[in-house]
């Protein structure tokens, strides 16, 4: 997959700028026609920025850009499904539901395309992992924000600040949160249908939820910085050992 350098700051800059210019335009003129492409390009703007920021990084990717693309597309809509429906009955079945379940549910439905694009295509270099985990995560992260931020609009009766912190706030942080998180286990599952670590992909798998559990039930902003640092290091790490491995004769 070839993409060319610094694509992924041009569409940062274009899209922040396509989202101003629509949210201007929906606040001065209040017209209510401007909210689905306001809330679509808020949710959707820096995680799309950020799977172009891992295309381009020095990695053999042998994925193509369409595969990212539909990864992305169902990455989203099945694992928010998945989750939903999941989180929904055993919500019923519980009468609470734990944010240890929360998270585990949702790593998972966020690796049910990914793991079909394994055992399904011929895509299987480590590198692909990486590329393939961060666009399912950014699909569930760019849905999960645009039902989040529909919400806060209807809750807050129209309330154009209430919108604008959710976009704002999770659009900020997709990376290191959903994006991060399945590009980590993802880069894990690829090795371990490599090289048998399955105990590895487990760990990696199991720090991801601890993780997520930590980010939805910590509710600061100095947490949120921490465990972003975190869930981006880890990610790194491991792309990194993905193009160590990939220099080896």
Do not use: C
Request: no cysteine.
């Amino acid at each position: 997959m070839t993409v060319a350098r610094l694509g992924w700051l041009g569409a940062l800059v274009m899209g922040t700028v396509l989202f101003i210019a629509d949210e201007r335009a929906m606040v001065d003129t209040a017209n209510p026609n401007f909210v689905p492409s306001v809330i679509l390009l808020g949710a959707a703007v820096v995680p799309t920025a950020f799977v172009l920021f891992v295309a381009e990084r020095r990695l053999p990717y042998d994925v193509p850009p369409t595969v990212v693309f539909v990864t992305a597309l169902l990455g989203g809509v099945v694992g928010t499904v998945v989750a939903g429906f999941l989180e929904y009955h055993t919500l019923l079945r519980l009468g609470v539901l734990p944010m240890l379940a929360v998270a585990v549910i949702e790593e998972a439905a966020k690796l049910l395309v990914p793991l079909a694009v394994l055992l399904l295509t011929r895509y299987r270099q480590p590198a692909d992992g990486v590329l393939i985990g961060v666009a399912s995560g950014a699909g569930f992260a760019a849905l999960e924000t645009m039902g989040y931020a529909f919400v806060a609009l209807v809750r807050s009766h129209g309330s154009v600040t209430a919108l604008e912190d959710i976009l704002v706030l999770r659009g900020l942080l997709a990376p290191a949160g959903h994006m991060a998180w399945t590009g980590a286990t993802a880069a894990a599952l690829w090795a371990a249908r490599l090289t048998g670590r399955w105990l590895r992909f487990l760990l990696v798998f199991v720090v991801a939820v601890l993780l997520h559990t930590a980010w939805d039930s910590i509710g600061t902003l100095t947490g949120y910085v921490v465990i972003a640092a975190v869930s981006l290091v880890m990610l790194g790490i491991l792309t990194h050992r993905t193009a160590a491995a990939s220099r080896v004769p």
